[in-house]
């Protein structure tokens, strides 16, 4: 995973980077879960995802929040995600287990996923996301 936390005054912003839009998505997923919850474990526990959005960005927020809704909802730290994108519809298969109080503290909590700054560049690598976490 390729990421990095960039300077931000109140929240967390970060830059991530990946060959494909698919591992782009994925990977900022489970960035958000390193920054709330630590190292996550590989878990039995998965969910599927199935989301549909006017344009990419706008699909990867709405992917981010639901990522968060489950985990905060369901109780879960997800350690694996496998994401389809066809066109502005995504498939993911998250994968992770369950929250464990004593395991998954001392992170940073994360409220929402904001639209200012939201920028998707495609690069010569690849793709390079900048992201905001609201905290």
Same mark, same amino acid.
């Given at each position: 995973?390729?990421?990095?936390?960039?300077?931000?005054?109140?929240?967390?912003?970060?830059?991530?980077?990946?060959?494909?839009?698919?591992?782009?998505?994925?990977?900022?997923?489970l960035?958000?879960?390193?920054?709330?919850? /630590? *190292? +996550?474990?590989?878990? @039995?526990?998965? $969910?599927?995802l199935?989301?549909?959005? %006017?344009?990419?960005?706008?699909? !990867?927020?709405?992917?981010?929040?639901?990522?968060?809704?489950?985990?905060?909802?369901?109780?879960?730290?997800?350690?694996?995600?496998?994401?389809?994108?066809?066109?502005?519809?995504?498939?993911?298969?998250?994968? /992770? *287990? +369950?929250?464990?109080? @004593?395991?998954h $503290?001392?992170?940073?909590?994360?409220? %929402?996923i904001?639209?200012?700054? !939201?920028?998707?560049?495609?690069?010569?690598?690849?793709?390079?996301?900048?992201?905001?976490?609201?905290?």
């Amino acid at each position: 995973m390729s990421y990095e936390e960039l300077d931000h005054t109140a929240d967390i912003r970060l830059r991530v980077i990946s060959p494909s839009l698919d591992s782009l998505f994925a990977e900022t997923a489970l960035a958000m879960m390193k920054i709330i919850y /630590g *190292e +996550p474990c590989p878990g @039995e526990v998965g $969910r599927t995802l199935e989301l549909e959005a %006017g344009n990419t960005e706008n699909l !990867l927020l709405d992917f981010l929040s639901e990522v968060l809704f489950l985990s905060e909802v369901e109780y879960l730290v997800f350690s694996s995600a496998i994401v389809h994108l066809a066109g502005n519809s995504l498939k993911a298969l998250l994968t /992770g *287990e +369950p929250f464990d109080p @004593e395991r998954h $503290r001392g992170g940073t909590e994360i409220k %929402g996923i904001s639209y200012s700054g !939201l920028r998707i560049v495609k690069e010569d690598e690849g793709y390079v996301l900048d992201i905001l976490f609201d905290v």
